[in-house]
């Protein structure tokens, strides 16, 4: 059986023969960039967006849709943005064989959409906070080579759009969705870093962006979301104001949180190995796999014993796959292997008359299950492999980081690296030289590793200066 | 306080108001027919979706997604569906600034975004049935005036598509799509009725097409979903084929099922009075409201109370509202019927003192429950509101129709008719003009009104004759 491309060392051809054999996606529809969500994909965005949908909705945000296609007038409102977004849009120009008075714009974020409804929506005091979020598809003209859910044209979105009365309360909606954010996180295993970028790397129209990264071996690293701060840049040309209290008219201060089907990509590259992809049981297609496995003499109790199985587990709340196609086991277990199915359990007519299983985990323990406590112990396991996945992860992260003390440490870095910069944008672009990458910015909160104590800026060598991260960004 | 336009004679002014006074949408954006789902929207949307979800899954259908945009040279590989769209497709012409080299369509549907991809999909008929649905959003280029949820530009839509072996099975599917939705409507309480149209008016490219159309006052109807049989007229196109077991190869069969946000339409049209939605428990965004009512003196005891027993209904699986807000009583009664709450439950000093609560239900039954097994009486409470509301929808349903024998009778028709016909195409569009609306078509399975012996055609007189529904499609 195939075997895959070296992770270390070929990391993008590993990601993406993985990404294939796990048939996640399919990368054949005749426009580049925009993939087939396969039945097997669809299912673990499903469970991403389920994870997402509950922790933000903890926080009192509420689902809205907002419409798809953005009048170019509205698009061009707000500066910055516009400047950010101009060349990466699609344009709708003509409804059947008419040209539109007015081009409309494929949404490539919502900003643009929501904020002439938000200026309606918004009277008074009482009215905020709003907090909505939507998820949908976002298109970019991507001129960059495209990569199955890290680079793609039309891409599946999550984002969250808050009004707030002040700077005060707007720079606390950033640090709630932080940690929203962390447990969505927790549930995808996935440890994380929040950085907030350099003025030349945030988002076009915000006042700041704190980006949610993830180091992905190497010195690379995976942006797999946002949350941004945009004080009253938008409100101010959009019209987004309130009868404060005191009977002033004020704008509101607005924030955004955005999440990506990159998330899906980074649980592939953070957990993924030699034998293919990994799931965390709780977005896994499917957490368990019962292959049947029928000899040519006997066995007639076995394929029964195994849909019952799978059945009382189901009735747990597991998403269960009984095997059942007439592959040979060995083809069977590479197949879910791949697909990174966290447990799987071989059921023969030893185990039919037994009332047990041969459990196998996608880390690779393996463990004869019942036939006391048959189901509790098929649940302990998968938490078991949870627990062990998340250690591997954490292990992994640990060691993506160390610190660099001169600008030529940099180069062929090995690992992300934690530096000290002085905040100016001259040494900042002296460090992504040196590193060939990015200087992603300064952590919030505290570092991923100990750096000891503070030291000058490796570019100028000027004091005060900040612990900040460089990398490689994909 | 506001009242609404009188639903029998100006049904469609009381379907605007009462969908603005629901705050299900927001027509105000800049885009004409593109409206806002406001949270109270979504949340009825989202629980359609569910049940659509639940329902299609049990047949064995698997969720995928396809991309939205479909180059121009696949789009007009079918000619009669090409032709059916061509004039109401949105066309993006330019990414950035650069004009493409392959216009692409935004999907009207998506037939020819999936087949080139069904085509690689499919090998053997070990492949078959592949019977795949997604719910994403279609737009069309709509010349006609738009309608909230009824008429729409960007349009909420499920569709399935299934490739069978042979046209037996997808004959089958068809029947199958029909159960499917029966189970939805019923957890809909919309009663409905499947009528095979008439060959002018079946799918572009379809062998024949199955509606599901709900009787909404008069004559009017409403289409809020249809399933296809397509035999081969896309795979042929497309090149959807498979090696059968007798080593032979063999274009697929297809059929395709599309329900749409009509649905929330219907909803409402449906179930709708004079003082404004009413949605069923399964679909309502909010099942149960509670309103505190905190007079000036005392009632210290009264918030604490409603958000205890909130929770309690929470954890049961319900979803529920607390009011807390400072309007008044009056004005919260008036929103929440507004807003088509099944139940409101008020809770003043006397109740929480008692533990007790005075329920109203959306059809105006008033009671006192509690304080023994109160939780029991209030979920009860609401199994007796959609017992009542399926009642009386189903009551308007059979008064819907009405055989009319000869043309004349058409005119001004105050329901639904039903009326023989020969099959011929002339004597259809006789009908049709004698209705000033549609020859709606033959009914699958039995007549929503026994029309008692066969009769000859309305039309010209001859037999065999076939009985068939007209009327004024929305």
Request: with cysteine; aromatic share 10%.
């Amino acid at each position: 059986m195939a075997t895959f491309p070296d992770k270390a060392s070929k990391f993008i051809d590993w990601y993406l023969e993985v990404v294939e054999a796990a048939e996640l996606t399919d990368k054949r529809y005749p426009v580049k960039g925009m993939n087939v969500w396969t039945p097997y994909g669809f299912q673990a965005r499903r469970q991403l967006d389920a994870v997402m949908i509950r922790e933000i909705e903890r926080t009192g945000s509420k689902p809205v849709e907002f419409p798809t296609l953005i009048p170019q007038t509205e698009f061009q409102k707000e500066k910055e943005h516009i400047k950010g977004f101009d060349a990466q849009v699609y344009w709708v120009t003509k409804g059947g064989a008419t040209d539109l008075d007015i081009p409309l714009v494929l949404r490539p974020t919502s900003e643009t959409a929501m904020y002439p409804v938000f200026a309606l929506w918004i009277r008074s005091h009482r009215d905020l906070p709003l907090n909505v979020y939507q998820i949908v598809n976002t298109f970019r003209y991507e001129t960059k080579t495209t990569r199955p859910f890290l680079r793609v044209r039309e891409i599946h979105f999550f984002e969250e759009h808050t009004c707030q009365a002040d700077e005060g309360a707007a720079t606390e909606r950033v640090r709630s969705n932080l940690s929203a954010f962390a447990k969505m996180a927790d549930a995808f295993a996935l440890p994380f870093v929040a950085i907030r970028r350099p003025e030349w790397d945030k988002f076009p129209g915000a006042f700041y962006s704190v980006a949610l990264d993830i180091p992905v071996g190497g010195a690379r690293t995976l942006q797999i979301g946002t949350t941004h701060h945009y004080r009253e840049n938008f409100s101010g040309p959009y019209g987004i104001h309130f009868e404060a209290p005191d009977g002033t008219t004020r704008n509101v201060h607005q924030t955004t949180f955005g999440l990506s089907e990159r998330l899906v990509g980074a649980i592939v590259a953070v957990h993924g190995d030699a034998k293919g992809a990994a799931f965390p049981s709780a977005i896994a297609p499917y957490q368990v796999v019962v292959v049947p496995i029928v000899a040519a003499s006997g066995g007639e109790g076995v394929l029964p014993y195994a849909n019952a199985l799978a059945e009382r587990l189901r009735s747990h709340g597991l998403r269960v796959h009984v095997d059942d196609s007439d592959e040979r086991p060995g083809a069977k277990y590479y197949r879910w292997e791949t697909h990174g199915v966290p447990l799987r359990l071989d059921v023969g007519r030893r185990e039919a008359e037994a009332g047990t299983v041969t459990a196998v985990d996608r880390l690779g323990e393996k463990r004869s299950l019942g036939p006391t406590d048959l189901d509790t112990a098929i649940v302990a396991a998968l938490a078991d492999f949870d627990r062990r996945l998340r250690a591997k992860a954490d292990a992994a992260f640990a060691s993506s980081f160390s610190v660099a003390r001169s600008l030529p440490e940099l180069k062929d870095s090995s690992t992300v690296r934690v530096i000290s910069w002085c905040g100016l944008e001259a040494c900042g672009h002296e460090i992504e030289t040196a590193i060939d990458g990015a200087l992603l910015g300064v952590p919030e909160g505290r570092l991923p590793i100990d750096a000891g104590e503070p030291a000058p800026c490796i570019a100028c060598g000027s004091t005060p200066a900040r612990w900040a991260l460089a990398g490689q960004p994909l």
